[in-house]
């Protein structure tokens, strides 16, 4: 059995860092393991501009740890009113590189999302012709549907008809949950990846009714059956440069979790590369680990991979029951549980 695993160090191509005092938390559990991360806008007021993407990064870099390296890759929140204007600001900054799209009432913090994704077409063309990602929170939030379907529904409805209007937009859709979004990923042509997040290769939605409701497994998309995590499992672990890391990482407080209408996200950046090891090992697979968490992100940004490596040995520790965060505490993914593989 493999007892010590040595990787170039990973990125996290999908994480939300949050603002004010909690970065003082999650600014160091992230960059324990990553080199960078993509991060994501959705703040209150949501990060729509350059500027405050600029202003942003800079909170974040007084947050990282000294002796530590991070580097924060920023992104815009798309909204209805984005222009071409910021979109070419966007392009020509270094630090800005992406722009995400969350559909209006999807998830947490998206009230200012799109309203119907034609009224962002100005943007998209600027995107396409810029060669500036689009992140896309792939479900659609019409309440007629189910909330295990949005997923899927999103690829038919909205990715499909988009693709066929902007062939070349570059997007990434971000935390897939599904069996239908990794065979889309897989069989797209065009310049089109995907994340993952640890919880969605590790868990199905029974772990958010495991003896009663459990609201620290609850996140947006929703854990789905077991067949799509065995599918998430199969695509992350199959060495197709197309799908790389996103924890997703989304602390809310505890009092914010456990609530008659707790808030969507699961807090996984305390441990997110011993889980990720953890699923690749089941699978295994660990061989492919470096590839989806070290080189097939910069690959699709256009970066160069970390020179740095780190290891992971395999040894069994206990995972906090909680983390503070700011003037609260957050409940990780896997709390008080055993783990199985350590960052050394
Ligand atoms: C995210 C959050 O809390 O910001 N929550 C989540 O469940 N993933 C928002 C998001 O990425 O959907
Ligand atoms: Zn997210």
Redesign the pocket.
């Known amino acids: 059995m493999t007892r010590i695993l040595t990787l170039r160090r990973p990125d996290d191509w ?1 994480i ?1 860092l949050r603002d004010g005092a909690a970065l003082l938390s999650l600014v160091p559990a992230a960059a324990r393991q990553f080199a960078r991360a993509i991060v ?1 806008p959705n703040l209150r007021p949501p990060v729509t501009t350059v500027e405050a993407a600029l202003a942003y990064r800079r909170e974040i870099l007084a947050a990282v740890p000294p002796g530590s390296t991070f580097d924060p890759l920023m992104t815009l929140y798309l909204t209805d009113n984005t222009t071409p204007e910021e979109v070419a600001r966007a392009s020509r900054s270094p630090f800005v590189h992406a722009i995400k799209y969350y559909p209006a009432g999807a998830t947490t913090n998206s009230e200012s999302g799109v309203t119907a994704i034609e009224r962002a077409s100005p943007a998209l063309e600027a995107m396409e012709r810029h060669g500036l990602p689009l992140l896309m929170h792939g479900e659609v939030t019409d309440p007629g549907v189910d909330i295990f379907d949005r997923e899927r529904v999103f690829l038919d409805t909205v990715l499909e008809p988009l693709r066929a209007r902007f062939p070349g937009l570059r997007i990434v859709l ?2 897939i949950t599904t069996a239908e979004a990794a065979a889309y990923v897989t069989e797209a042509s065009g310049e089109i990846a995907a994340t993952l997040t640890a919880q969605h290769l590790l868990l199905n939605r029974n772990a958010i009714f495991d003896g009663g409701i459990r609201p620290h497994a609850y996140c947006l998309p929703v854990l789905k059956r077991e067949t799509h995590r065995v599918a998430l499992v199969e695509a992350a672990t199959s060495g197709n440069p197309r799908f790389f890391l996103g924890t ?1 990482s ?1 602390p809310h407080s505890r009092a914010n979790k456990e609530s008659g209408c707790g808030h969507a996200g699961v807090y996984s950046a305390h441990a997110a590369i011993e889980l990720y090891a953890e699923a690749f090992e089941a699978a295994g697979a660990l061989e492919r680990l470096e590839g989806f968490a070290s080189l097939h992100g910069p690959r699709f940004y256009g970066l160069a991979p970390n020179e740095a490596r780190v290891t992971l040995e395999r040894v069994d520790w206990t995972v906090p029951a909680s983390y503070p965060m700011a003037d609260a505490t957050v409940v990780p993914l896997r709390a008080g549980q055993t783990l199985h593989w350590r960052l050394v």
């Open positions: 999908h939300h994501m971000e935390h997703d989304a």
